[in-house]
């Protein structure tokens, strides 16, 4: 009986655990290194990412580390003024979604909601046509959009006026080797305000697009018109 139990449990290991140990560990390893892709739990980068919204980040858009680690191999590239990242957050390792605002050296402050960067005003250009659909239902006051002009990366932030809010920050200079990196949604987002700089080795890739949505507002319906939609 012992003899068949020992066969039963080799022939298991070779036909099926192994092979399913090796699946685990090159999807693991591609998505730890290579690409992966991040579930939004929160509204923080509206209205450009949604709640519900599923991202696709590209870990090898600044460098290549070793997967399942933050150890460094090589690298090729710095994160850019605009981009939006994914980091594991200094304060207590969560990972975000959040843009970047500010590079080594820059100065940074805002002003009434206004920002600025090494002394200059940002421009802005008011908007009024954001759908409601882009933004999730609640029973907040009415949101206010604009374009923010940064250098080669315009977008789209969301203020509320009516809620309390960190909209006055700084002057503060962003040390080498650190980045400072906001929410689109700016009076509702936990970020370089709060926690502060962002070491270069937290941020683990670049979103690149939006792979699919669901609305949690609406029983999880799919929100077609979200699915593969480059973001910027």
Do not use: C
């Not at 992966?36 to 509204?43: A, I, K």
């Not at 200094?90 to 605002?101: E, M, S, Y």
């Not at 789209?156 to 809010?165: C, D, E, G, K, Y």
């Amino acid at each position: 009986m012992n003899e068949v139990l020992k066969k039963r449990l080799v022939w298991l290991w070779n036909e099926w655990v192994k092979t399913l140990l090796v699946v685990v560990l090159v999807v693991g390893g591609f998505r730890s290194a290579v690409a992966d892709w991040n579930d939004v739990p929160t509204g923080s980068m509206q209205p450009t990412i949604l709640e519900g919204d599923r991202i696709v980040v590209n870990k090898l858009a600044y460098d290549l580390k070793v997967p399942f680690t933050l150890w460094r191999v090589a690298r090729w590239s710095h994160p850019q003024r605009g981009d939006i990242v994914v980091l594991f957050s200094p304060a207590d390792g969560q990972r975000l979604v959040k843009r970047v605002i500010g590079l080594p050296g820059d100065l940074v402050a805002l002003r009434n909601d206004r920002l600025f960067l090494n002394g200059a005003p940002v421009a802005y250009r008011p908007l009024a046509g954001v759908p409601l659909r882009e933004v999730q239902p609640g029973p907040l006051p009415a949101r206010l959009f604009a374009t923010e002009e940064l250098p080669s990366r315009p977008h789209t932030v969301m203020i509320t006026p009516q809620l309390p809010a960190m909209r006055f920050f700084g002057p503060v200079r962003v040390p080498e080797g650190d980045y400072f990196l906001m929410g689109d949604n700016r009076d509702e987002s936990g970020d370089s305000r709060v926690f502060g700089f962002v070491p270069g080795d937290r941020i683990v890739g670049r979103a690149t697009a939006i792979a699919a949505s669901v609305d949690p507002s609406d029983h999880y319906l799919p929100r077609w018109d979200r699915f593969l939609r480059a973001l910027r």
